[in-house]
Each structure stands twice: as structure tokens, then as C-alpha cells.
């Protein structure tokens, strides 16, 4: 029986192979778009479950109140750290961690710019990344120990054992290799190439030791291990006003324990709250894979309907000879499961020949893995939910009807037999449209973004990190660079123009005394504004010519605006950590934050000390690399250990808007995929709707009908839908839109004209499709669709 099922379903294949091939090629586009999407998925949605205690594992936030709302903070203070380590028996363990930074690691003549974290002596025994050479108790033992991970070790070491080496420490410190770590799945939220303990951090950082009973600065990350998950409720209420115990009452702290499978997905606070994150992305790119795996399959049900006649006699046949309802359901289900097979083969071989490309766009390093049980199970469900999905209406349709009347060769449709055709072409277009719409509306969103006020010059403008060697000839260095012809201005600051790294509080003179206003901070020395390229409002910068700026602050537009201070503004004595700062220059709104949130108010203060980058402004020319090359030669003459590395500020913005880019690179990609799988449908189904009316236009033709009049007879039916798709789809869209654009403080507005522009492509779309097969039924000879009356 299921050899002569599985010939009967090659035969049907091959003897209509042009709907074969439009049945095999949607399927196959949408399953692969199904995998690729859901790589990706998998992939955010599996981040960090590799650690055996991932449910055991949290961060230690804090909840406080200012800016009129309360405010979710990653980083506390010091002291929280040994403070969690006695609040609760169900801590099992406590580490502390620093936010990771590029150091240089040198062995011999190799130099290395490696990322790596400063570490609790508990690190690995809570996190347990598998180590390859070591104990998790014992590697972190010596404070001038260093674990590396393989790729490090080969790197530094090539094929020697690493154990007991020693590596020199951004050229000042030696440390000892102790430990070996497997490299690091990119899935981790920790991404580093070695770690530190941070007892020696302690040993060598004079700002760690004076923090350590320091329960003001909120500079550090703070994780615990607990004895069992059950307990976090318990012992968060237990930690959970640990700062206003030590003084922290200003603005009300209150700590939290963040579990360690929300990080990475659901990250987003409003208020105190978790509002979301990633997942809402994971949730929007998996609906998009559903929807056009169905949509795959609807023209699968559309075309196998369409042609229902051409099996009806082989159904009556069957059922004549015995054959029952059960057995004619599974045959059919069965084809399009074989069906599905066939073009789940061609997805996987579509989707490893673009996963590069893939791979490239979403900036991960995605595999299909072909040797797991997980791909096997994946692909064996795929397939037959696809057939199932596909097939199911077919299967019940065809095996319905009736013996008697089939082989008598009357009409086996009534007059409904076309509706859920219909039916399911209108949610083809309803979805295709739904993309079209928000696809626009990502990228007016991305526009609006990318094309607000910066208040500084991107152009030529360069970062350069700041080592140990800058530190001790950056004199020399500016000089230098300045004198080279090739560099306009210098300066350094506690953050790149494109980064924040502090956050303070400020009082100014009428300032409520309830009121609690976050600032970006900035330390900087001299020509910052100059370097940057931000205009100044009022007064002056920071300059060498008045050693009182020593004890000066400079503001922006946005501070000046929220104190509403009184003429005259400069001259003003502010507020700062218990002492007087005067105001002598207000600077224009630099966009230094995310772009989706308005500027924040911000004071620059003059400390040469606090100090992460070097910012150098290059003069215009024709020949950037040339620019490039002066600065790298005057770097390398004074801080010769370190390799030599920048970024520049426009590049780094751009990387801001990744996400929001990703979204509107697939929803672009998605879209047009999914027009394409509708229009392959609807494709067959106008070339079967134009041959079962070759008698009818034949006829019409004798009469005196026009070739437009029958095009335009054949595509009304069509137009009717793809409007009817638009009248549904064009709300539900504005809704979902409204929606998602409610994420960003600074979000554009649903463009009326996004619509009609839409509706009316759609509309064309369809129409040239369904034209192709009306003109060509519109210009048969109709001697020959009537030779058989």
C-alpha cells in the first residue's frame, strides 16, 4: 500500500511539475527563512543555560530613587560585596567583579590587547566555566595568578604548556598562568580572555582599597550563589535595605537579586519594574518565522484545492474499491509530508550557503548542528508539522468526496468551494502587508534616530585608550601630535564622546531639597570642547591660563535648563561630593547616551587623573590613512609596549543603533521573502484560475470581448482580496506599531502616507502576477479551448 502511495505521489509530482515546482520553491523559501530565524533564536534564548548553576546564579542591583522615578542600577558599592557574604545562610557564595577592560598582556616579543575581569576568589567555583588545566578552588588561590582561556594560551604561547608561566600585566605587573579555561561560547553574557584575582587588584589600586568600606560609590558588580533558587524571595527581602543600614538614605536604595536567566532577555526596567528586553525581539522574530512557514503552506492548501478535480476521479476510484476516509486523509497527508521533506532538504542546503552572509548581518557565529540530537528532533518535527499543516485541509477536502458523483463526472465543488481559498490568500497579503508597513515605519524610526543634533563633530575624530605609558608621557604625546601638521586638537577624559561612564549627583543654589537629578559626569583636562568640537553657550572651557579651574565645573543646556538659575549664571557656586565647584561655562547638548533617550544633564570637571581615553581631532584631508599614520608613529615613540589601537566616533555611534538596524535589516528581509512565497501562490493559482476559465473566455472571445475586458474579468476577483488583506492588516498594524514605538522616549510618528503607499504596491503587485496568466488565457486561440464543445 505505501509503495503504491509513494508512486502514485512521484507520478502526481512529475506530471504537474510547473505546481510541483511552485509548491516545493514556497516551501522551501519559507522553511529556510524558519531556520535562519530561529538560530538566531535559539541562540538569545540559550544564553548563559550552559553553567550548571544558571538557576542559582544573580546579580546584586540596586532600585533608587531620582529623576522623579526610581531607577534600576547594575552596579553598588564595595562593600556590598562582603556585606552579602554574611547577610543569609542560602548565600552560598559571593564575587565581586569590576565591568572587564582591554589590558596587554606580553610574553617575549608578543604583544596581545586581551580583554579580561578583575575576580572574587569565588568566580569559578559560582560561574564553574569549564576548565581545561586546574581546580576551580585552587587557580584563584595566588593573588598574582592569571587564568587564560585556550585561545589565549595558543596565542601567547603557541604549542607550549602554559602552566607557571609568566605573562607581564599591561607592562608593569608579573602574573603567573595557573589555570587553563575552555573558550568561552559566544552565548555567555561574560566575554573575556583571561581573568585576574581581585585581591591583587586590591594590592595595586589604591582607589579599590579606599572604596572597600566605601558605601557611597555604586562602581562595582556584585554576584551571589545560592543554595537553592526557592530561597531568592526570602533572602532579598533579607539584603534588601542593606544600603540605607549603612547611610544610604538620600535616595532610598533598595537591593534586588537579578536571576541569571533573565540578563540577557529581559533587561529592560521602567520605574523599578522589568519591562522587557530582547525577548521582545525574540518574540517578534519567532511569530515572523510561524507566519511565513504558514504562509509556505497556504499556497501549498490553495493549490492542492484548486486542482481538486484533477484527483477527484482517483478519490472515487479508491473509495469505489474499498479504500476508506481514514486511509485517502493519511495518503494525502503523507504527500505533503514528502513534499515537506524534499523542501526541507533544499532549505537546509539554502540555509548553510547564506549562513555567512547571515552570520555577518547579526554579527554571531551561528551553526546548524547536524551531528545533535536537538537538530534531528528539530528537523523530524519541521517536517511533519509542515505536512500536517499543509496538508490537513487538502487531505480532508479530497477525501470527501463522493464516489457516486465523482466518476459520474459532475462538478464535485459547490459554490463555497473557492471561499477558504480566499480566505487564506487575504491572510497571505493581511501578513505580507503587516511587514510592508512595519518594515517603513523601523526605518522612518532608525531616520529619526540617526539624524538628531549631536552637538559635537564626528568627522575625524579619533579615540585612543589610555595605558599606562600615555599616562606618563601625554605631554610629550600632545606636543607632538600638535606639531605634526597632521592633528588639530587633543584632550583626555574619563570617557570617549561616544561613551558615560560616571554618573553623579549636583546641588545648585534653590534646588528642592527632595529633588535627586542623575548627571553625566565628565573629567577631562584641557581643550575637551575644542578636541570635540561642542560650542560653547556662555563663558569659556577649561584652560591652563586659570588655575582655579581646578575647583571650576562646566555644565550643558540641559543642566542649565533644569536649575533655572538666576542672572548672573557664570560665577555660580554648585554643589559637588561636599564642595564648591564655580560654574564658568555652559557647553551646548552632546548626545553621549543612547540615542533613543533625550540628552541628560551634564557637569565636566577639570581632573587629569580620571582619565580612559585620548580624543584627537584630525584636519581634514584627503589622505585619512596618511593622518592616521602620524598619530600611530607618535604613539608608538612614547608608549611602545602597547599595540596601537583606535576608534572613531562615527563608527562607534553607528554602533548604537545595532539592534534597531538588525530589526529593520530582517523585518526588510522577511518582508520581501514573504511577498515572494505570496506571490509564487498566487502566481499558480492565477495560471489554474485562467486554465478552468478557458472554455468561459473562449466563448466571451466569439462574443466580441476585448483581451483588457477578460484581463480585467480575471483580476478583479484578486484585487478584491488583496484590498479586502489591506482593510484588515492597515489597524492591526497601526496598533502593533503604536505599540512598539512606545519602547523609545524619542520615537517618530506613523507617517499617514506609510498606508495608501503600501496598500497601493500591494495592490500592483498582485495585479502584474495575476495579469501575466489573464493576458496569456486573454490570447489563446479560442478555436482551441472550444474544439471539445
Known sequence: MFKNYFLVTLRNLLKNGFYSFINIAGLSIGITCSILILLWVYDEVSYDRFLPKADRLYQVWANAKFDGKVQSWTSVPLPTYEGMRAADSHIKRAAVTDWGGDHLLTVGETRLTKRGYWVGEDFLQMFEFPLLVGQADQVMADPRSIVITEATAKALFGDEDPINKVIRLD????????????????????????????????????????????????????????????????????????????????????????????????????????????????????????????????????????????????????????????????????????????????????????????NDMVEKKLVIGYLTSRFWLFSLGLIFVTGLVAGSYPAFYLSSFQPVKVLKGKPTAGKGASLPRKILVTLQFGFSILLIIGTLVIYQQIQLLKGRTLGYDQENLMAINYTNEVSKNYKAIKLDLLASGAVEAVTKSNSAITDINSNNFLGWPGKPEELRVIFTTIATEYDWAKTMGIRILEGREFSEDFKSDTSAIIINKAALELMNLKDPILGTELDLWGKKRTLIGVVDNVLMGSPNEPVKPMFAILDPEWIDAVSVRLKKTNDLQASINVVKAVFEKHAPAYPFEYRFADVEFQKKFTTINLTSQLASIFATLTILITGLGLFGLASFTAEQRTKEIGIRKVLGASVPSLVQMISRDFSVLVIIAFTISSPLAWWLLTMYLERYTIRTSIGWWVFPLTGIVSLIFALIIVSTQALRAAHANPVNSLRSE
Open 171 to 358: 607592562n608593569e605587573q608579573d602574573v603567573k598562568v595557573s589555570g587553563v579555561l575552555r573558550n568561552l561560547p559566544t552565548n555567555s553574557t561574560f566575554q573575556f580572555d583571561f581573568i585576574l584575582p581581585w585581591k591583587f587588584r586590591e594590592q595595586i589600586n589604591n582607589w579599590v582599597r579606599e572604596n572597600t568600606t566605601n558605601w557611597g560609590n555604586y562602581s562595582f558588580q556584585v554576584f551571589v550563589e545560592l543554595d537553592d533558587p526557592a530561597h531568592h524571595a526570602a533572602v532579598e527581602s533579607r539584603v534588601k535595605m542593606m544600603l540605607q543600614e549603612h547611610g544610604e538614605k538620600d535616595t532610598k536604595p533598595e537591593l534586588f537579586l537579578y536571576p541569571l536567566l533573565h540578563w540577557r532577555l529581559h533587561s529592560s526596567f521602567d520605574n523599578g519594574v522589568e519591562t522587557g528586553g530582547m525577548i521582545e525581539y525574540v518574540q517578534l522574530f519567532t511569530i515572523i518565522a510561524i507566519f511565513i512557514l504558514i504562509i509556505a503552506c497556504i499556497n501549498f492548501m490553495n493549490l492542492a484545492t484548486a486542482r481538486s478535480e484533477r484527483r477527484a476521479r482517483e478519490v472515487g476510484i479508491r473509495k469505489s474499491i474499498g479504500s476508506r476516509r481514514r486511509e485517502l486523509v493519511l495518503q494525502f497527508i503523507g504527500e505533503s509530508t514528502f513534499i515537506s521533506f524534499i523542501a526541507f532538504v533544499i532549505a537546509v542546503l539554502l540555509a548553510q550557503l547564506l549562513l555567512p552572509y547571515y
